[in-house]
């Protein structure tokens, strides 16, 4: 098989893809170091402020299927510049805003604008790179999407001492015009289309989505959100949103989310995997920080070192797993990305007990990777063989399935974790407890990993087929 060199085009619609999800990864995590301040500077509730990081999630979540459609209908490159020109508009709404109703509602919009930075860049990246160099390029994807997880926090501690709270929303309207003209001058203009017939738009279907995802990012809030309605009923609502939304995709010529590509074994098991990885990976982020506290008596700095050491392999190993995706082949890469999981949260739910911060240090570097391969392998695997008229969708699919996974892991995680324990309040619980319920929590997750490994196999997606399978 002949592979081809990197072109300086290609290379450069790379940087501009990679700029832009950063973008969104950057505003999901720069707001939560601010939210100690928010309370004091709006004297608010802490209830009330966590809608500022909740609502970015909830709209990035409900925004990703729809403009992964309205990329496939006007054009990705159209659609995602006009995602960031909102992204950026709507920071320096909450830089400038004058009380915490205009900033939530400034974070809405920014929510809205990041869904589709997470939802276009994947098909973009199908559109403009070779087979043979896919999965680096989601690789790259996964790399550059870690580190603005990763920075999120430092940097807003940063600005936050340096001026002020606003000082973190005036970073991300730079960041995202620093994306834009990267996206801007790099990326070649969309051939012109027709614009599309209001029936190929599945408005209905669209309304209901929303309904039913609002209703689960408002179940998975973890009772934070001040809504007065009780969990069970928003999940029951949710439900109920979610097969209504099945019946009028049926029903309609033009789905937003065709049912066929959801019974495509390939394509469903993709969805599936990517929703039970993102859950048990959220454990580690959840469940960690009350072991490290209440088991090993970490102080708040040594925890925050110990769990960036999550985001910081991931940085370092995206590239290296798209690489070895491309080397070994997406099927094979997948099986050896699962089974590391596995492995690695077996080593991390029993490990740190035995060598303390050290050996979570150790589970972690040996996750990560893991976690890395399976998103490069997966992707790959989900949009190589994809129509052009398909791939924003099933890109807006991975990036909703995935996010679908963490609000799932933040509410089912703690819940694990609380109901081993015997009791809420963790200060009160004896430390072998404490020992027993995160390790209990993290077998847990590496069942529902296992879960994920059983139906790649079962379904065929992950079968060994040789080096560089996927690019023959």
């Known amino acids: 098989m002949i592979k081809t060199q990197p072109t300086p085009t290609s290379t450069s619609i790379l940087v501009a893809l990679a700029a832009a999800a950063m973008a969104a990864s950057l505003g999901v995590s720069i707001a939560s170091v601010l939210l100690p301040k928010l309370t004091l500077v709006f004297s608010a509730t802490v209830s009330n402020v966590k809608w500022v990081v909740l609502i970015y999630l909830m709209f990035a979540t409900i925004a990703v299927v729809p403009a992964g459609r309205l990329g496939d209908l006007y054009g990705h490159r159209r659609v995602l510049t006009a995602g960031l020109v909102g992204f950026v508009g709507a920071s320096i709404l909450c830089a400038a805003a004058p009380n915490l109703n205009v900033l939530i509602a400034g974070r809405a919009l920014q929510g809205a604008g990041g869904g589709v930075l997470i939802a276009l860049p994947m098909s973009m990246a199908r559109d403009h790179v070779s087979t043979d160099r896919l999965g680096t390029a989601m690789g790259l994807l996964g790399t550059t999407s870690a580190l603005g997880t990763a920075l999120g926090p430092s ?159 991931a940085a370092l190993f995206g590239v290296p797993a798209g690489r070895l995706t491309d080397r070994i082949g997406a099927n094979r890469a997948l099986l050896i990305g699962l089974v590391q999981t596995v492995l690695g949260l077996l080593c991390l739910a029993f490990l740190p007990r035995m060598f303390g911060a050290g050996g979570y240090i150790l589970a972690l570097v040996m996750l990560t990777p893991a976690f890395q391969l399976f998103l490069a392998a997966n992707n790959t695997i989900v949009l190589v063989d994809a129509d052009t008229d398909q791939r924003g969708r099933l890109s807006g699919l991975l990036g909703l399935s995935r996010n679908l996974g963490l609000m799932t892991g933040v509410s089912a995680m703690p819940t694990v974790f609380v109901t081993v324990l015997g009791t809420g309040d963790v200060s009160l619980a004896a430390v072998p407890d404490v020992s027993h319920a995160f390790s209990t929590s993290l077998v847990v997750a590496a069942g529902l990993a296992t879960v994920a490994l059983g139906l790649a196999i079962y379904s065929g997606v992950a079968r060994p087929q040789g080096a560089c399978a996927v690019a023959e």
Do not use: Y
């Open 155 to 313: 940097l807003g501690g940063v600005l936050l001492a340096w001026g002020d709270w606003r000082m973190s929303f005036w970073a991300l309207a730079g960041f995202g015009a620093l994306a834009l003209v990267l996206c801007a001058t790099a990326i070649p203009r969309n051939s012109k289309r027709s614009a599309p017939a209001l029936k190929d738009l599945d408005v209905p279907g669209t309304f209901v989505l929303v309904f039913a995802l609002a209703a689960f990012a408002l179940a998975t809030s973890g009772g934070v959100s001040g809504i007065p309605l009780h969990p069970i009923v928003l999940c029951a609502a949710s439900v109920a949103g979610f097969i209504l939304f099945v019946i009028v995709e049926l029903r309609t010529s033009a789905p937003l989310v065709s049912m066929q590509l959801l019974a495509d074994r390939k394509t469903g098991v993709g969805f599936a995997t990517n929703m039970l990885i993102g859950t048990v990976m959220m454990s580690t982020l959840v469940v960690g920080p009350f072991f490290l506290a209440f088991s090993l008596g970490l102080n708040e700095a040594l925890i925050g070192f110990v769990l960036a050491t999550g985001p910081a392999v």
